[in-house]
């Protein structure tokens, strides 16, 4: 299987996945009456849209050369990772400006035995999720993938806050829902920029790496000396 394959095989699955935890999630939402479990369902759905736009980004990188673009068009992938970049940024952003409101005026979340469990549940998918498909984006040199799966990784760290904030409330009746959120937003906005800066420093042109250029002149030795045994034949 090509690389290409394997990328959107890889979104597909993202995209599979995130459909049916946010499906999950929005049904116990609703028959638990718990608003905050519909909007993370939404959140999922979000995600799904992560991996929808390496798909599309992957699908026209494969579009051959054309007059217009005489080297093809394989830059397409560092778009789309500058745009899940900018999602999470959006929302790192976003939960920063939720949070720093819920610490000035905090509301009382109430947690259930279900809503736990539904928030476990939530963590173990996103945390596998998140490594598969940040493990295979690394492997293929997938900026698009890399960026999808640090996506759902943060999500997961959210989910993760959010369950260390439910333990304390039940156990010590201390509400750090705003404290813990805004923590993890700066995270998320420093995460994100660091995202941001891999593909658009591709785009301009960076500097190549030492290890580059270490097998560059390996490679090119190799030719010399095999060169010079065959002229010496």
């Known amino acids: 299987m090509d690389r290409n394959k394997k990328i959107i ?4 699955i993202g995209v599979i996945a995130n459909v049916l935890l946010a499906a999950f999630k929005t049904v116990v939402g609703l028959l638990a009456g718990s608003i905050a479990i ?3 369902a939404v959140n999922n759905l979000s995600d799904a849209l992560s991996s929808v736009i390496t798909i599309v980004g992957t699908k026209l990188s494969e579009r051959p050369a054309d007059r217009e673009h005489p080297f093809g068009h394989g830059r397409i992938e560092y778009f789309s990772a500058i ?3 900018v999602i999470v940024l959006s929302a790192g ?3 920063l400006v939720e949070s720093v409101e819920k610490i000035f005026e ?3 979340p109430q947690y259930t035995m279900l809503t736990l469990v539904v928030i476990v549940v939530a963590i173990l998918v996103k945390i596998a999720l998140g490594l598969f498909v940040k493990r295979t984006g690394e492997q293929l040199k997938s900026d698009a993938l890399k960026a999808s799966g640090a996506d759902a990784l943060f999500d997961a760290l ?3 806050a959010t369950l260390v904030s439910a333990g304390i409330m039940l156990i010590w009746n201390v509400n750090l829902d705003g404290i813990f959120g805004t923590l993890i937003s700066l995270v998320i906005i420093k995460a994100g920029v660091e995202m941001l800066a891999s593909p658009v420093n591709e785009l301009l042109g960076s500097r190549i790496s030492p290890e580059f250029v270490s097998a560059l002149k390996k490679e090119v030795k190799s030719h010399e000396v ?6 010496d034949e």
């Open 9 to 12: 095989r890889t979104s597909i």
């Open 106 to 108: 905090p509301t009382v």
């Open 226 to 231: 095999g060169h010079l045994r065959h002229r």
């Open 83 to 85: 745009i899940i970049a």
């Open 93 to 95: 952003v976003g939960s």
């Open 38 to 40: 519909v909007m993370d």
């Open 158 to 160: 959210v989910t993760l």
